[in-house]
C-alpha cells in the first residue's frame, strides 16, 4: 500500500471475504475455539464470527501489532477488539504492560506466551557447522574468513540494519577479516547495499538473500555472533533460533528482548541507533573466549527452560481447555 495508495480500496473486501471463509470453516471443522493471530484483521474478523456462532476467543497479538495499532488512529477500533476477546495473550511483560494500560483492561486477563522454537532443530553440531561453511560458500562463490557475524531477518527500516552496517569499519579496523552475512530480503535492500559499497565493506559485509528456515541451523551454527539491530520489535523468534543454535547474540533493549536476554548473561542488549553499541559489543565477545562461552551456555539453558515449542504449546494448550 506504500507503493499503490488505491490498494487501500482492496482492505473493505479482505475484511468481508475473510470473515465468510472464517464462518465456513468453523462450521465444517466444527471448531470449539478461535485463536486469532494479530490484532488486524484477524481479531477484527474473528470477533465477529465468535458473536454469531457464539464461541470463545483467544487473541494473540506478537508485540509489534500492539505498538503500531495502539498508536495510530486505528487505536479506537483495536481497544474495541481486544476488550471483547475472552482471552489475550502476548509476547512479552512489555507488551502486556502497554496493552492494558492503552485499552484500560486487567493485567490479569492477559496471558505472556510468546512464540517458540524446535531445539532439536536449532541446536550447536558441529556438523550443522560444517555444512553451513558449505552453504555460505556455494552462495558466495568463497569460504568467508573468520570471525562470521550474522543477521537473518526482513531488510526494512525497523531492522536497523544500516545501523548495523555502519558498525562494520570499527569492527573491521580490529578484526580485518571479519565477514558479516546479511540473510533476508525487503524493499531496503538497493540501499543497504549502496550504503556497504560507500563505506568501502564490499568484501566484507555479503547479501545472501532468502534462505529457507529448515537450513537457518547452518547460518546460525558456523556464525561466531548473531546482531539484531531492530528498532521495533515483539519478541523474535530469530533471537531464540540463534540462542538455541549456541550463537552469542547482540540484540536492542526493546519490547520482549530483555524478557529473554539478561544483559552479560545471556547475551548483550544495546541502545538502539547505536553503531558505537553494537560495535563495541561484538569486540567484546570476540576478544573474550570466556565470555563467549558463558552467552553460548547461557541463552542455549533460556531457550531450553522457557522457550522450547514444546513448552509454548503446553501453556496454550491449558488456555484452550480453561476456555472451552
Known amino acids: 500500500m506504500k507503493k499503490n495508495k488505491f490498494l487501500i ?40 464470527a465468535a458473536t454469531i456462532l457464539r464461541k470463545p476467543l483467544v487473541i494473540s497479538t506478537h508485540g509489534s501489532d500492539v505498538f503500531v495499532l495502539f498508536s495510530n488512529f486505528l487505536s479506537f477500533f483495536s ?15 512489555v507488551a502486556a504492560n502497554f496493552m492494558a494500560n492503552k485499552a484500560n483492561i486487567a493485567l490479569k486477563d492477559i496471558e505472556i506466551i510468546s512464540m517458540g522454537v524446535d531445539i532439536n532443530l536449532f541446536k550447536p553440531s558441529l556438523k550443522l557447522k560444517k555444512r553451513g561453511e558449505k552453504k555460505v560458500s556455494e552462495k558466495l562463490g568463497f569460504s568467508p574468513s573468520r570471525p562470521i557475524l550474522l543477521f537473518v531477518a526482513s531488510l526494512n ?20 577479516e571479519a565477514n558479516l552475512l546479511i540473510v533476508g530480503q525487503g524493499v531496503e535492500e538497493k540501499n543497504l547495499k ?3 559499497a560507500d563505506l568501502c565493506l564490499k568484501k566484507n559485509i555479503h547479501f545472501l538473500g532468502k534462505v529457507e528456515n529448515t537450513e537457518l541451523p547452518y547460518y546460525y551454527n558456523q556464525a561466531d555472533i ?11 523468534v530469530v533471537l531464540m533460533e540463534a540462542m538455541s543454535s549456541g550463537c552469542p547474540v547482540v540484540a536492542t533493549n526493546i519490547a520482549g528482548n530483555p524478557d529473554m ?14 553503531p558505537n553499541a553494537i ?11 570466556d565470555l563467549k562461552d558463558k552467552f553460548i551456555k547461557k541463552a542455549r539453558l533460556t531457550i531450553e527452560q522457557k522457550y522450547d515449542w514444546n513448552i509454548i504449546v503446553n501453556h496454550f494448550n491449558k488456555l484452550f481447555k480453561e476456555l472451552i
Open 9 to 48: 480500496f482492496v482492505l473493505p473486501f479482505l475484511f468481508i471475504f475473510q470473515f465468510f471463509a472464517l464462518i465456513k470453516v468453523i462450521r465444517k471443522e466444527k471448531i470449539d475455539l478461535i485463536n486469532a493471530h494479530w490484532i488486524m484483521p484477524s481479531g477484527m474478523t474473528s470477533i465477529l
Open 79 to 93: 481497544k474495541i477488539i481486544v476488550r471483547k476477546a475472552d482471552k489475550l495473550t502476548t509476547t512479552s511483560s
Open 157 to 176: 527500516i525497523h531492522k536497523g540494519v544500516d545501523y548495523l552496517i555502519k558498525a562494520m569499519p570499527k569492527i573491521v579496523k580490529r578484526f580485518s
Open 194 to 196: 549502496k550504503l556497504t
Open 226 to 236: 548473531f546482531i539484531l539491530a531492530s528498532l521495533r520489535e515483539g519478541l523474535p
Open 261 to 274: 536476554i539478561k544483559n552479560g548473561k545471556s547475551g548483550f542488549l544495546i541502545k538502539t541507533k547505536s
Open 279 to 289: 560495535s563495541n559489543a561484538v569486540l567484546e565477545i570476540l576478544s573474550d573466549r
